[in-house]
């Protein structure tokens, strides 16, 4: 923190120099970076009654929470909660960051969980055919989870996300065993500790072949985000996925969520891996053992502020020759950004755009949007997309007619604008 008091030092006696140094540092950074949420609000909320009235461990979870604003300048959000009661503990804070990020003017917004898309398109299907595709798209959702039981992966230490790993295998076992998943369970961590073997260690060779075939995640500690927020911490210990035998279904445990579950696959029909997810995570919810965090008013808790409520990501793969023609999603990101969707590259973020034109496309809205109207945008959003994509080129203006046959009572020969114009 650039000579700001360290989490361990962080006492009685220096608690006011590690909010004197937090305070200067945001300032400072705000001068440079004036979008950067976090350091926008931790100055007000330090000075706020709740904010004076922190114990001493509480404040050192709240700079933990704060920390990658801190280190990464340029942060947008800039905060991770450490654990599900952070958004409640920490809420003078992370409402107004919560508020300003998902852009609820009221302040009182409470978010809705709605899974029922049975009213969207034609009788709940949405079929990409009707917008003029005839070969298949790739198409993902994925949402983010976490158990009450444990903290965020952030204040995570490398026992607990062995405990935690240890914890979902009776629920991946469950999912193996289940005639409609089947499949396999992968994990990177290198043992249980004390002497207890990891029947499902995986080698660096199978771990590679898995991150290529995107199944897997890449190392985060590469990540200065992660890192900062502690997230990224014990690598690799408590990381690894379960995937289902048709190789469509997939669980990550261990990476910026305790749980990040998906479906995939390639078709016509978007709403196929909407309602398989919707079916696999009820068979989720439903084994012993697993009790999702979430909140009253912002739906299910994931530890950066960006993912909550839905803490869905609904993508496709679309491909746009002509938006993308000049090597790179500028113009692409012109149309998406007004219909609320990121463009990424295929590989996901910060990745570059397809050879061929290819595209990652998803709507931004995670919060105080319910999950049938996510799916029900991502169709939309492909449909204006495409319109734009197939418009037909301008033609280059046409050589004005003389003067004399452009002139109206409106618009007298004299006033007739040069041919050159």
Avoid at 163 to 170: N, R, V
Avoid at 256 to 281: A, S, Y
Avoid at 286 to 291: K, N, Q, R, V
Avoid at 346 to 365: L, N, Q, Y
Wanted: net charge negative.
């Amino acid at each position: 923190m650039g000579g700001a008091v360290s989490v361990e030092e962080a006492t009685a006696e220096n608690r006011e120099k590690l909010v004197g140094d937090l305070k200067g540092k945001a300032t400072d950074i705000l001068t440079r970076f004036p979008d950067n949420r976090c350091c926008k609000y931790l100055i007000p909320y330090l000075d706020s009654e709740e904010g004076k009235a922190l114990s001493n461990e509480d404040l050192l979870t709240f700079y933990q929470c704060v920390r990658t604003g801190i280190d990464n300048e340029d942060s947008g959000l800039g905060c991770y909660a450490m654990t599900p009661d952070d958004y409640t503990k920490f809420g003078g804070f992370f409402n107004a960051v919560i508020r300003d990020y998902h852009g609820d003017a009221t302040g009182t917004a409470k978010h809705e969980t709605d899974w029922d898309a049975s009213g969207v398109g034609e009788g709940g299907v949405l079929d990409v055919r009707k917008l003029g595709f005839d070969q298949e798209l790739s198409m993902r959702v994925r949402v983010g989870r976490n158990l009450k039981a444990f903290n965020l992966p952030g204040k995570m230490d490398q026992a607990e996300r062995i405990k935690f790993e240890q914890q979902m295998l009776g629920a991946f076992q469950a999912l193996v065993d289940n005639p409609d998943y089947g499949g396999n369970i992968y994990s990177m961590t290198p043992n249980f500790g004390e002497g207890v073997e990891n029947p499902n260690k995986i080698s660096d060779e199978k771990y590679q072949e898995l991150v290529d075939a995107h199944v897997l995640f890449k190392d985060m500690d590469a990540d200065p985000f992660l890192k900062s927020a502690g997230i990224s911490s014990d690598w690799p210990y408590g990381r690894g996925c379960w995937q289902s035998a048709d190789g469509q279904c997939i669980i990550w445990f261990g990476e910026e969520d305790q749980l990040r579950i998906m479906c995939m696959k390639k078709g016509f029909l978007l709403n196929e891996v909407f309602d398989r997810l919707n079916t696999m995570l009820k068979t989720v919810e439903s084994i012993e053992g697993i009790d999702f965090a979430t909140s009253d008013d912002y739906g299910y808790v994931t530890s950066c502020p960006s993912n909550l409520g839905t803490g869905m990501r609904a993508s496709v793969h679309v491909k746009i020759p002509n938006l993308t023609s000049d090597g790179t999603d500028a113009k692409a990101k012109e149309v998406c950004n007004p219909l609320g969707l990121s463009v990424r590259g295929t590989g996901g973020e910060h990745t570059p755009i397809g050879a061929d034109g290819t595209v990652d496309i998803s709507p931004r809205a995670r919060l105080f949007i319910k999950e049938k109207d996510i799916i029900e945008k991502l169709y939309k959003g492909i449909e204006l997309l495409m319109a734009q994509e197939n418009k037909p080129a301008e033609a280059p203006p046409a050589e004005a007619p003389p003067a004399e046959v452009v002139a109206t009572e409106e618009a007298p020969k004299e006033e007739a604008p040069p041919a050159a114009e």
